[in-house]
């Protein structure tokens, strides 16, 4: 089958590229509401994209409304954010902060999620969460024809749980995806599971 983009609808172009693009990695990203609660949702255009800078990027579309996401709207008005590597147990978890709530309602609170404080910042990150980095608006940038909104994150700090590291034989710190079990974003309501670790040594 091949498939013309430019023959779709914006709608469907969004979903033959999330059922295409696969798997994607997910950030669960906390934010200060004005009210000063929380708010929380998840993102599957999102990567890493510098290492110099320490620099990810997240793609946020609008509301149906045409307004911006709870999440934009915060980070530009309260520069700092948390972006959480979701695990498989968190599952219904994430799934219940995608839902859109009022302006200002909190879907930390409405979760019954536990926040820890993160060690030198404003904000907290998710307690169960084995992945957090605490990031600071590096950029944004409004792109394409349907309002899209690149959000780059400058990495200022990663919280890895203790469990999930060890220290190899060359002294250098290994975070073990194993222990992680990182979710996914396949298309539609789909997710993925982790599965098996392959090896492969790049050649010389």
Not at 141 to 164: H, K, M, P, W
Request: aromatic share 8%; glycine share 6%.
């Amino acid at each position: 089958m091949f498939i013309n983009l430019e023959e779709l609808s914006t709608p469907q172009v969004y979903f033959t590229m999330t059922q295409t693009i696969l798997p994607r990695p997910i950030a669960w990203i906390l934010s200060e509401n004005k009210n000063g609660d929380y708010n929380l949702a998840p993102f599957s255009y999102f990567n890493a994209v510098s290492s110099d800078p320490p620099l990810v990027m997240v793609s946020i579309g609008r509301q149906d409304d045409g307004t911006k996401k709870d999440t934009l709207a915060n980070v530009m008005e309260r520069p700092e954010f948390v972006v959480h590597i979701a695990s498989c147990e968190h599952l219904p978890a994430l799934n219940l902060s995608s839902a859109t709530l009022p302006p200002g309602e909190s879907e930390v609170t409405r979760g019954n999620l536990e926040t820890e404080a993160f060690e030198g910042y404003a904000l907290p990150r998710l307690k169960a969460a084995k992945i957090a980095l605490m990031c600071t608006v590096y950029a944004v940038q409004e792109i394409g024809n349907d309002s899209q909104t690149l959000l780059f994150g400058r990495i200022r700090n990663i919280y890895v749980q203790d469990a999930c590291t060890r220290v190899n034989a060359k002294g250098r710190l290994e975070i073990l995806p194993d222990k992680i079990h990182p979710l996914s974003r396949l298309g539609a309501n789909q997710y993925s599971t982790f599965g098996e670790v392959l090896f492969a040594k790049r050649p010389a």
